[in-house]
């Protein structure tokens, strides 16, 4: 049977490294390696869209960064309990004419015993921003260690 450490259930210190490998993850935008975490029955609510299945999610994402360009993510533990966790997310990316967006959102997290989640749930808002106005500068990739949080940046 698959594991995907850390499993529930959750502290605050393995819900916190949860969130960061999530995280990382995403920031990856490789739609393999982020549908990797889910059951292959996970259910999503994610803005409109409700996919069903890990396949489905892989799907979802390859049209979310082929849309979503540029795409910088940052995700902060807000608040979790034996195998539930919570998060808030804020993120940064361009369309294919060039207007930059950040992204606000939350997300509810359910895993299975083997610390693969099962349910998220989403919900997310866009605010168009001027390219000035970004707050996330770094390569394509992981967020650097020392690269402020959103509590840092006020968000």
């Known amino acids: 049977m698959e594991t995907r450490p850390p499993v529930p259930p959750f502290t605050l210190e393995s819900a916190t490294q949860k969130v960061r490998g999530a995280e990382d993850a995403w920031n990856s935008r490789d ?3 982020v549908s990797g ?4 029955d996970t259910l999503w609510r994610n803005r409109v869209e409700f996919p069903v299945g890990r396949e489905a999610v892989r799907t979802f994402l390859q049209r979310k960064w082929a849309r979503e360009l540029d795409y910088r993510l940052i995700k902060e533990l807000w608040a979790f309990i034996d195998h539930r966790i ?3 997310f804020a993120y940064e990316w361009r369309d294919d004419s060039g207007q930059w967006f ?3 959102g939350n997300e509810n997290w359910e895993f299975n015993p083997q ?3 099962q349910r998220r749930f989403a919900s997310i808002n866009d605010l168009p921003i001027a390219e000035k106005d970004r707050l996330f500068h770094w ?3 992981r967020r650097p260690d020392d690269h402020a949080s959103l509590s840092d940046l006020g968000l």
């Not at 975490?37 to 292959?40: C, G, K, L, M």
């Open 37 to 40: 975490v889910y059951t292959e």
């Open 115 to 117: 610390g693969l989640m």
């Open 139 to 141: 390569p394509p990739g």
């Open 31 to 33: 739609p393999e390696r």
């Open 102 to 104: 950040r992204s606000y």
């Open 86 to 88: 919570a998060v808030r």
